[in-house]
T-cell receptor, first 116, second 112 residues
Framework: AQKVTQAQTEISVVEKEDVTLDCVYETRDTTYYLFWYKQPPSGELVFLIRRNSFDEQNEISGRYSWNFQKSTSSFNFTITASQVVDSAVYFCALSEANTNAGKSTFGDGTTLTVKP | DVKVTQSSRYLVKRTGEKVFLECVQDMDHENMFWYRQDPGLGLRLIYFSYDVKMKEKGDIPEGYSVSREKKERFSLILESASTNQTSMYLC???????????FGPGTRLTVT
């Protein structure tokens, strides 16, 4: 069965600090997809990134970067020079390619608070 | 832009009432999902649908049913609301190609 673990329940940093959100996953499939979502205080989850199991290239988008390592079953998310607007709950999710409708298993989320 | 709308942001119902939560998406997505979100429990999948009139149980379907008569609309039904169904309910939609899910704003349901 698939499982996603986000061990960090809450993280608090001061603005401009770098912060890494950890995500560890379990799956028996060789083909799968990993996602990160952001849920700001307003409540609406926003899709941030998708990675497939055959693409281990790290990705950078502005202050955001993602590190995918199959050897450790991890898909970590780093925010560089954090800002107050980054305060949110962040969810990591996994979809196995053989599932109907591409349903995802979500981690419990990490609440990030960035203080000014 | 993908838009997923939910009929209410806040809803208060009494125990035993039948409750309908509506979700509509405007991007012709095949897949639609209903989750509930509770503190410390993350997102738990209640039901999902990959086509009109098709539905499958998620991880916590007990006490819920769904209806998908049109592609753009996916309804969650609580046949007889109970206090343990007080929660935030999130609807999402996606293409069938693992491109990520698009979420609505959520409905915070309180059952008293």
């Amino acid at each position: 069965a698939q499982k996603v673990t986000q061990a960090q329940t809450e993280i608090s940093v001061v603005e401009k600090e770098d912060v890494t959100l950890d995500c560890v996953y379990e799956t028996r499939d060789t083909t799968y997809y990993l996602f990160w979502y952001k849920q700001p205080p307003s409540g609406e989850l926003v899709f941030l990134i998708r990675r497939n199991s055959f693409d281990e290239q790290n990705e950078i988008s502005g202050r955001y970067s993602w590190n995918f390592q199959k050897s450790t079953s991890s898909f970590n998310f780093t925010i560089t020079a954090s800002q107050v607007v980054d305060s949110a709950v962040y969810f990591c999710a996994l979809s196995e390619a053989n599932t109907n409708a591409g349903k995802s298993t979500f981690g419990d989320g990490t609440t990030l608070t960035v203080k000014p | 832009d993908v838009k997923v709308t939910q009929s209410s942001r806040y809803l208060v119902k009494r125990t035993g009432e039948k409750v309908f939560l509506e979700c509509v998406q405007d991007m012709d997505h095949e897949n639609m999902f209903w989750y509930r979100q509770d503190p410390g429990l993350g997102l738990r999948l209640i039901y999902f649908s990959y086509d009109v009139k098709m539905k499958e149980k998620g991880d916590i379907p007990e006490g819920y049913s769904v209806s998908r008569e049109k592609k753009e609309r996916f309804s969650l039904i609580l046949e007889s609301a109970s206090t343990n169904q007080t929660s935030m309910y999130l609807c999402a939609s996606s293409l069938p190609t693992f491109t990520g899910q698009y979420f609505g704003p959520g409905t915070r349901l309180t059952v008293t």
